[in-house]
């Protein structure tokens, strides 16, 4: 079993810049593709960005291709998401994700993730 939690989220100008930290709770998380997804008020759960486990491959929705960069450190057992050039339209609850398949084209994010962090507030607002 692995125990995700997100921290770094908050509220952000426009044009700003946030970066979410995903924890697992075990050290096994760098076996494990991880994604980011997120969901706003009134929509669907969306992929936002992957990144595979051995060579760190990723996969970037459209909607932030160019201003969002997912990483990780396995050493420290973590993954990020920097996200910048932030959009009100990016406001949303993210969530990381672990046990699923980082595949190329967007069908990454139809899963089936296994492990699922419990999602943190983003908000891009003046």
């Known amino acids: 079993q692995v125990q995700l939690v997100e921290s770094g989220g908050g509220l952000v100008q426009p044009g700003g810049s946030l970066r979410l930290s995903c924890a697992a709770s075990?050290?096994?998380?760098?076996?494990?593709?991880v994604g980011w997804f997120r969901q706003a008020p009134g929509k669907e759960r969306e992929g936002v960005s992957c990144?595979?486990?051995?060579?760190?491959?990723?996969n970037y929705a459209d909607s932030v291709k160019g201003r969002f960069t997912v990483s990780r450190d396995n050493a420290k057992n973590m993954v990020y998401l920097q996200m910048s050039s932030l959009k009100p339209e990016d406001t949303a609850i993210y969530y990381c994700?672990?046990?699923?398949?980082?595949?190329?084209?967007?069908?990454?994010?139809?899963?089936?993730?296994?492990?699922w962090g419990q999602g943190i507030q983003v908000t891009v607002s003046s």
């Open positions: 994700a672990a046990g699923g398949a980082c595949r190329s084209g967007p069908e990454w994010s139809l899963g089936p993730w296994r492990y």
């Open positions: 075990a050290s096994t998380l760098g076996y494990y593709p």
């Open positions: 990144i595979s486990s051995s060579l760190g491959s990723t």
